[in-house]
């Protein structure tokens, strides 16, 4: 069955920079957009942002533009979250999603198939 496993997840202070890991299994991952989420306590999920098949289009939420960076790398079937000058409000569990509709990039949570589990990013003030 289809898998997506975060990881790369933890405690960074105010102004660091994670890296998060998305690997997938159980489907043919170039045949997939992929985009990332994320969901504070007693918030709706919002979009971080999604990237193309092919890791030439991305797009990327307001609140992390210019901050978070995707890529993907097909041979390893991972995409990829860089999240620098992290701040308190990016704290939330971060969850990766599938669309299998490779050549759209979309902000819209419900167009995917497929969900993790998710990672607990902790960003201290």
């Known amino acids: 069955q289809v898998q997506l496993v975060e990881s790369g997840g933890g405690l960074v202070q105010a102004g660091g920079s994670l890296r998060l890991s998305c690997t997938a299994s159980?489907?043919?991952?170039?045949?997939?957009?992929m985009g990332w989420f994320r969901q504070a306590p007693g918030k709706e999920r919002e979009f971080v942002g999604a990237?193309?098949?092919?890791?030439?289009?991305?797009v990327y939420g307001d609140s992390v533009k210019g901050r978070f960076t995707i890529s993907r790398d097909n041979a390893k079937n991972t995409v990829y979250l860089q999240m620098n000058s992290l701040k308190s409000e990016d704290t939330a569990v971060y969850y990766c999603?599938?669309?299998?509709?490779?050549?759209?990039?979309?902000?819209?949570?419900?167009?995917?198939?497929?969900w993790g589990q998710g990672t607990q990013v902790t960003v201290s003030s």
């Open positions: 159980g489907l043919t991952f170039s045949s997939y957009a």
């Open positions: 990237v193309h098949w092919s890791d030439e289009f991305t």
């Open positions: 999603a599938a669309d299998f509709r490779p050549a759209i990039v979309t902000r819209s949570r419900v167009r995917y198939d497929y």
